[in-house]
């Protein structure tokens, strides 16, 4: 049995075949900005990730100083080391006023 686009059926099967295609056309929408025709949405991830990329790069590359990367306990390393960076990145933040205050008066003293 074949719809015609003349019974309510028909219409209604149409309408939302159209509704797709749209929301297809929407999503792979080209901007002057954005070459590979991806909506901004799927772009976000890219940076939110990067301080944590960064983060377990360092990990990694203190890891890499006492473990082999092909050592299975490799990754449990790295993301300690990359926990430990972030502690003192935070610590850095939450005290640097005093950490220049206690180091210029180390320098006036001399």
Known sequence: MAMSSETPMGRRYLMIRAREAAAVIDHNWVSPDNQRGLSP???M????TWPADLLLWIGGV???WFFSKDAASFTDVQT???ALV???FVA???F???LFEYCR???KTR
Do not use: K, T, Y
């Open 41 to 43: 949405e799927s772009n």
């Open 80 to 82: 300690a080391f990359a």
């Open 92 to 94: 850095l933040l939450v």
């Open 105 to 107: 008066s180390l320098w």
């Open 86 to 88: 972030l502690a003192a």
């Open 96 to 98: 640097w006023r005093n």
């Open 62 to 64: 203190v890891a890499g």
């Open 45 to 48: 991830p890219d940076w939110l």
